[in-house]
């Protein structure tokens, strides 16, 4: 069993950035897939990037270029860079693990898709990232 914390949401104004932070307890980090979703009350939870097993990247079109996912083995940590955050980006963010070979999905085709969500095991408790215009 794994354990996911994440830290680093907050608001801030158009234009600004955040960085979050998951932490993960209880087992080896490079063996596991990681993810970054959003869900807005009300709506299915969506995927924003992921970072497979060999560091490879994937993000929905409508944060690349502006958000960047990013791991730290030695620290069992899994970063998202958030800049020129827009109000659409305002959402509770979560880190997601799993043990899949290969590595689900989080987005399709640069599309966030609600199923992607059901190949992730672990889920942290979440943290909003609120933008005001």
């Known amino acids: 069993q794994i354990q996911l914390v994440e830290s680093g949401g907050g608001s801030v104004q158009t234009g600004g950035s955040l960085r979050l932070t998951c932490v993960v307890f209880?087992?080896?980090?490079?063996?596991?897939?990681m993810a970054w979703f959003r869900q807005a009350p009300g709506n299915e939870r969506e995927g924003v990037a992921r970072?497979?097993?060999?560091?490879?990247?994937s993000y929905t079109d409508s944060v690349k270029g502006r958000f960047a996912i990013s791991k730290d083995d030695v620290n069992n940590t899994l970063y998202l860079q958030m800049n020129t955050l827009q109000p659409a980006d305002t959402d509770m963010y979560y880190c997601?693990?799993?043990?899949?070979?290969?590595?689900?999905?989080?987005?399709?085709?640069?599309?966030?898709?609600?199923?992607?969500?059901?190949?992730?095991?672990?889920w942290g408790q979440g943290t909003q990232v609120t933008v005001s215009s």
């Open positions: 997601a693990a799993s043990y899949r070979v290969p590595c689900p999905p989080a987005v399709v085709n640069g599309m966030p898709r609600p199923e992607m969500a059901d190949g992730y095991n672990y």
């Open positions: 209880g087992d080896p980090y490079s063996s596991i897939c």
């Open positions: 970072i497979d097993r060999d560091g490879t990247t």
